[in-house]
């Protein structure tokens, strides 16, 4: 690639054009052509007009000489020499290169890259795809032919603020939903099996599908008809999005322009929303296409009113019925696939042919239209062995879906070359060549001026009033502008207000609903402290009973036995008669504490105070698990507490993840984050935890029913 985005082989033809003797006498030719426009405006400069008026002058002596022999000669030099240059070029990297494709290729990468390049230095030149009529766009070509048919700054301009003010605000309240549903669109859908699995092609669909939804400024669902049409777009920028990674915020907003810009111009009867206006819209493409059904496929065309038509009126239908039957039949049929676009009923290569020829005759009036019901026809037209089977409307329906993924982009193009393109390409070329003023006589095919209708020649005005005349006009058009300006701004500050209020009420709303559940954890904070200094309690008036006992067992110790010989059988009594466990305490949850049970006679080689730690021991250990049946639960009560407690666990680690989704972009490798400096590592703990906090909260209102 040479500077400035140009090929090396087309800045040398340039070069080589400039310095021919052809391209002087063609620029003396229309220095002629100009001079003669001048004289006849009573203009004497060149530079006195303002730059639309020298580009009208322009197109008017291009125009006037574009027939002559010198333009045919300039045309002819400029072919040879583009051919020469490429050709060379070609040779020269199969030389030394060595490239794996082949010469038709590299010639056909080389042009498309030259195209490429003068459509982006003038975008006013994409008038010249129309050439492509019948043709599907290389890859590179039709994603800068879309990018210059469906352009609109403004969407994309305040889409790029959003993201560098408030990205939250580019993202619907119903993100996860739309999400959802995205996946499990690229996952199912037979015709977009080019895009499942691709991470890139999933963030873009969401990130265009959540802005919109939020410019919709509604409460409301999107439909299934906004999913399927987003796909075109996402299949255009596919050779720049990655499998693994999510979409560049540049790809993602250039998707979003194009999008917003194609739901603003699309016709009525592919919106239809049900008002009269569109099923006025609808009738007409209908009764299109079923034109084109009865002149180039009649058997369809008859099938299908026969399969419309009840059993009692096929003796006595008319042809008038007929008609009204086959555009009753034909509007069940078509408006399914015209809503979506054909989208999800034909594979990725022939939709974006046929999306192809729409977007690069949306300048043109009506050609859209006329392309859309041409599609359709020709769809009933090649799918006619099949459909005569149908012996019902929806069996017609189910003949669709199943056999147009199977329509190919050469049979298209064979029946329009047969049937349409010739009125197509008429279509597109119309403005084209529609009359200029002429004005080198030599050149005209028609007698000077006829073009003026016979208008008034202006008074000749001196060069100090035009230049005043000028400046008025522009003094006007800076006002205007102005007016345009002050206007934006006051629409734009009366939208900033609308979303400062709509995220005021948002956050009164949060506010309220955080302080719920705070309350709802203070409360529970002061039940935990409760049952702990219930339990705290029991284990004292158990210790002190303890101690109380040990103090007895001691004084029983150090009394003086009055009888020679105590009876074993009356200390056993004893102690089973003082020797009792506390009485269980409410806070504990359980009915009541294991209780010992009357102690046997112990052996002759137990003392008092052998049985004493006996005791103590048995105690303690009665205690030890009638708190861990407190705090663990018992049989089925563990097993449900150990599954919620992993299940909590797992939610935090899919949440810690999905934060870092949000707040990174991806997932962080080991030791990334430590290599942070302290400010970053802070800022995005903050905004992970305020993420996994808020999730919390929205899972916390779903258990409750909020």
């Given at each position: ?33 100009i001079q003669?426009?001048?004289t ?30 010198m ?51 003038w ?20 994603a ?8 609109n ?5 305040t ?6 003010g408030?990205p ?25 099996s080019?895009l ?68 603003d ?26 034109g ?28 008038k ?47 859209s ?21 149908a012996?019902?409307?929806?069996a ?14 050469s ?11 010739r ?7 119309h ?88 309350q ?15 339990r ?8 002190e ?37 506390p ?19 112990p ?5 008092p ?10 105690f303690?250990r ?14 089925s ?39 942070m ?17 808020r ?12």
């Open positions: 690639m040479a500077s400035k985005g140009y090929p090396k082989w087309l800045l040398n033809c340039k070069e080589d054009i400039t310095k021919s003797k052809e391209w002087n006498s063609f620029l003396h030719e229309l220095h002629d052509a003669q426009q001048l006849e405006s009573h203009v004497q400069y060149f530079t006195d007009l303002s730059d639309a008026e020298k580009e009208l002058f322009m197109q008017r002596a291009t125009k006037a000489i574009e027939g002559g022999s333009f045919r000669t300039l045309f002819g030099k400029v072919s040879t020499l583009m051919d020469q240059y490429l050709n060379e070029d070609v040779a020269r990297q199969l030389m030394e290169e060595y490239p794996l494709d082949t010469k038709s290729d590299l010639i056909i990468e080389g042009a498309e890259e030259g195209a490429v390049s003068l459509l982006r230095r975008p006013e030149m994409k008038v010249k795809l129309h050439i492509c009529l019948n043709q599907p766009l290389p890859a590179n070509i039709r800068l032919g879309w990018r210059l048919y469906l352009n700054p403004k969407f994309r301009k889409y790029v603020d959003i993201l560098n408030n939250r605000s580019a993202i619907s309240p119903l993100d996860l939903e739309i999400s959802q549903k995205c996946e499990q669109l690229l996952n199912t859908e037979p015709t977009l080019d499942k699995g691709s991470v890139g092609a999933f963030y873009g669909m969401k990130a265009v599908l959540s802005y919109h939804h939020t410019r919709m400024r509604t409460k409301s669902r999107l439909r299934d008809i906004d999913y399927m049409l987003v796909v075109p777009f996402v299949l255009v920028a596919l050779p720049n999005l990655s499998r693994r990674e999510p979409a560049p915020g540049r790809i993602v907003a250039q998707m979003v322009e194009e999008y917003l810009v194609y739901l111009s699309r016709p009525g009867y592919v919106i239809d929303s049900g008002s009269e206006m569109h099923n006025e819209e609808m009738k007409g493409f209908v009764d299109k296409v079923g084109h059904l009865q002149t180039l496929y009649p058997d369809v065309s008859r099938m299908i009113s026969k399969t419309y038509v009840p059993a009692k009126e096929k003796i006595v239908a008319t042809e019925g007929s008609q009204a039957l086959l555009n009753e039949g034909l509007t069940g049929l078509i408006r399914p696939l015209i809503r979506t676009m054909f989208v999800g009923y034909l594979k990725s290569e022939t939709l974006l042919f046929v999306w192809d020829q729409y977007v690069i005759g949306l300048d043109v009036a009506g050609f239209n006329e392309w859309l019901a041409v599609i359709t026809a020709t769809i009933f037209g090649l799918l006619a062995d099949k459909l005569q089977d012996q019902s409307p929806s017609l329906e189910n003949v669709l879906m199943k056999e147009c993924p199977r329509l190919t982009v049979q298209f193009q064979y029946e329009i070359k047969r049937h349409h393109y009125d197509l390409y008429a279509m597109l070329t403005d084209q060549k529609a009359a200029m003023p002429v004005l080198d006589p030599t050149q005209a095919e028609n007698p000077p001026w006829r073009h003026w209708h016979n208008d008034l020649i202006p008074p000749y005005t001196k060069p100090q009033d035009r230049r005043k005349a000028r400046e008025e006009r522009e003094a006007e058009r800076e006002r205007l502008l102005q007016q345009q300006r002050e206007a934006e701004q006051a629409k734009r500050d009366l939208d900033d207000k609308e979303r400062k209020e709509e995220e005021d009420e948002y956050m009164q709303v949060v506010a309220a609903e955080r302080a719920r559940l705070e709802e954890r203070i409360q529970l904070e002061d039940q935990l402290h409760e049952e702990r200094r219930r705290l309690e029991a284990e004292q008036r158990a210790e009973e303890l101690q109380r006992l040990r103090m007895e067992v001691e004084t029983l110790k150090r009394q003086k036995p009055k009888s020679p010989a105590p009876s074993v059988y009356s200390v056993a009594s004893y102690m089973s008669r003082v020797l009792l466990p009485p269980p305490t409410p806070a504990s949850h359980i009915s009541s504490l294991p209780v010992i049970q009357e102690m046997h006679t052996s002759r080689q137990q003392t105070a052998d049985q004493t730690d006996t005791f103590m021991f048995d303690i009665r205690m030890r698990i009638s708190m861990d049946k407190i705090a663990h639960g018992e049989g009560d563990s097993e449900v507490l150990n599954r919620a407690t992993e299940g909590y666990v797992r939610q935090n680690i899919e949440d810690l993840k999905k934060a870092q989704y949000e707040v990174f972009g991806k997932r962080l490798n080991p030791g990334e984050f430590e290599l400096t302290p400010q970053q590592q802070q800022e995005a703990s903050d905004k992970m935890m305020q993420l996994i906090q999730w919390r909260e929205d899972r916390r209102a779903v258990e409750l029913g909020i």
